[in-house]
């Protein structure tokens, strides 16, 4: 199994443009989230799914829109970056039978907004 | 809501016994989970607490205590590749469980 899987690694986009995120898993996963980490704010929740067709808003979801056509993706779309939403961006799966919640997570994608 | 505090930044050597608390406030609270990240890394799993009392995995412990809303992650013989960002997450009813993190707490290991 990959895992969860998250392109692209690295990214650096103008003030303004839009882009897509995109995150998968094999694992048959019902959970998918989205966090973003910045330096000394830990990791904070943007959305998440419950299964195919079902998301909600997490902590910060202003200027982000996801969707989850599949079980296997989760793609996290900007609309309109900006320089505030430069930040290193977690994708993580879980399964509700699993009684810890280990949350699995992505390698992660590295966002620059100039 | 929720809220997690933990210490930014533990120092200790080589050997050494560790402790990283975390205190809460969790509406609903279901369980707290330690994480581990590496500095370029993503996050890995190290424990999940739903029960009062202490879960020991290896040189790793993990405590709560649900009366006083705190927990503590417990590390033994410190290794220099424990060197490391630790995160306290709770876990809330409601259908989703998916968790809220704290701030994270750099360790630091000294030879």
Same mark, same amino acid.
Request: glycine share 10%.
């Given at each position: 199994?990959?895992?969860?899987?998250?392109?692209?690694?690295f990214?650096?986009?103008?003030?303004?443009?839009?882009?897509?995120?995109?995150?998968?898993?094999?694992?048959?996963?019902?959970?998918?989230?989205?966090?973003?980490?910045?330096?000394?704010?830990?990791?904070?929740?943007?959305?998440y799914?419950?299964?195919?067709?079902?998301?909600?808003?997490?902590?910060?979801?202003?200027?982000?829109?996801?969707?989850?056509?599949?079980?296997?993706?989760?793609?996290?779309?900007?609309?309109?970056?900006?320089?505030?939403?430069?930040?290193?961006?977690?994708?993580?799966?879980?399964?509700?039978?699993?009684?810890?919640?280990?949350?699995?997570?992505?390698?992660?994608?590295?966002?620059?907004?100039? | 809501?929720?809220s997690?505090?933990?210490?930014? +930044?533990?120092?200790?050597?080589?050997?050494?016994?560790?402790?990283?608390?975390?205190?809460?406030?969790?509406?609903?609270?279901?369980?707290?989970?330690?994480?581990?990240?590496?500095?370029? $890394?993503?996050?890995? =799993?190290? &424990?999940?607490?739903?029960?009062?009392?202490l +879960? +020991?995995?290896?040189?790793?412990?993990s =405590?709560?205590s649900? &009366?006083?809303?705190?927990?503590?992650?417990?590390?033994? +013989?410190?290794?220099?590749?424990?060197s490391?960002?630790? =995160?306290?997450?709770?876990?809330?009813?409601?259908?989703?469980?998916?968790?809220? =993190? $704290?701030?994270?707490? &750099?360790?630091?290991?000294?030879?």
């Amino acid at each position: 199994n990959a895992g969860v899987t998250q392109t692209p690694k690295f990214q650096v986009l103008k003030t303004g443009q839009s882009m897509t995120l995109q995150c998968a898993q094999d694992m048959n996963h019902e959970y998918m989230s989205w966090y973003r980490q910045d330096p000394g704010m830990g990791l904070r929740l943007i959305h998440y799914s419950v299964g195919a067709g079902i998301t909600d808003q997490g902590e910060v979801p202003n200027g982000y829109n996801v969707s989850r056509s599949t079980t296997e993706d989760f793609p996290l779309r900007l609309l309109s970056a900006a320089p505030s939403q430069t930040s290193v961006y977690f994708c993580a799966s879980s399964e509700s039978r699993d009684r810890t919640y280990e949350q699995y997570f992505g390698p992660g994608t590295r966002l620059t907004v100039t | 809501g929720q809220s997690l505090e933990q210490p930014s +930044e533990v120092t200790a050597v080589e050997g050494a016994i560790v402790q990283i608390n975390c205190t809460y406030q969790t509406s609903g609270f279901y369980g707290l989970s330690w994480y581990q990240q590496h500095d370029g $890394g993503a996050p890995t =799993f190290l &424990s999940y607490n739903a029960l009062d009392g202490l +879960e +020991e995995t290896g040189r790793f412990s993990s =405590f709560l205590s649900r &009366s006083d809303s705190y927990g503590y992650l417990l590390l033994q +013989e410190l290794q220099m590749k424990d060197s490391a960002s630790y =995160f306290c997450a709770s876990h809330a009813s409601g259908g989703s469980y998916i968790p809220t =993190f $704290g701030r994270g707490t &750099s360790l630091i290991v000294h030879p």
